[in-house]
């Protein structure tokens, strides 16, 4: 069965500085990677997706994230934050086995101060 | 095109009372899901239906969660009885049929239940 950790539960940044959210996942089998955001009373929305090809992905609002076999992580960067990136970020797995059952970190924080 | 409707936000009961919630997909999706998501964690699958069937309901407390999916479209989910561990945010998302390698979920603005 696949897992997500997600190693930092806060992450605080100021503002146009750089920042990382780390995810590592466990599976045997194929998977798709996905980042997603959830702003305060809203649901969640998707970032970006990896689901083959190239290891690089870019999402929207700038960010992008870098798949790694043979880490098993996949890993959210953003070069310049702004205050409204301030949010939570779920790095979330869906193994490739027909059920697309998709499992979530339990999320980081990323706090963006002036 | 409109998105995942779910109702109501909110809701406050006390323990060992009834909840339902309802979830309308986005129209054309076949594939919907429940999430519970408490407080300071991730979203965890409760169950996940494939048109009208059910393909994992593993996470499903089903002593007191229950949920259906009449005619493929939307969707409620039951608790009955509720216990001060319910309180959550339950998430409803859709997708695409599963076999169309997208993996996108779109999700609904959540009903938040607070257990007293």
């Known amino acids: 069965a696949q897992s997500v950790t997600q190693l930092d539960s806060q992450v605080p940044v100021f503002e146009e500085a750089p920042v990382e959210l780390r995810c590592n996942y466990s599976?045997?089998?194929?998977?798709?990677l996905f980042w997603y955001v959830q702003y305060p009373n809203q649901g969640l929305q998707l970032l970006l997706k990896?689901?083959?090809?190239?290891?690089l992905v870019k999402g929207i609002n700038g960010f992008e994230a870098e798949f790694n076999k043979s880490q098993t992580s996949f890993h959210l960067r953003k070069p310049s934050v702004h205050i409204s990136d301030t949010a939570e970020y779920f790095c979330?797995?869906?193994?490739?086995?027909?059920?697309?059952?998709?499992?979530f970190g339990a999320g980081t924080r990323l706090f963006v101060k002036a | 095109e409109a998105g995942v409707a779910q109702s109501p936000r909110y809701k406050i009961i006390e323990k060992r009372q009834s909840v339902a919630f309802w979830c309308n997909p986005i129209?054309?999706?076949?594939?919907l899901y429940w999430y519970q998501q408490i407080l300071g964690q991730g979203p965890k699958l409760l169950i996940q239906?494939?048109?009208?069937?059910?393909?994992?309901d593993s996470q499903l407390p089903k002593d007191r969660f229950s949920a259906e999916r009449l005619k493929g479209v939307d969707s409620t989910l039951k608790i009955q009885p509720a216990k001060l561990e319910d309180s959550a945010v339950y998430l409803c998302?859709?997708?695409?049929?599963?076999?169309?390698?997208?993996?996108?979920?779109?999700f609904g603005e959540g009903s938040r239940l607070t257990v007293l």
């Open positions: 998302a859709s997708s695409l049929t599963a076999g169309v390698r997208t993996g996108e979920l779109f």
């Open positions: 599976s045997s089998v194929s998977v798709y």
């Open positions: 990896y689901l083959s090809g190239s290891t």
């Open positions: 979330a797995v869906s193994e490739d086995t027909g059920g697309f059952k998709t499992i």
């Open positions: 129209s054309g999706h076949a594939t």
């Open positions: 239906f494939q048109n009208n069937g059910v393909v994992d």
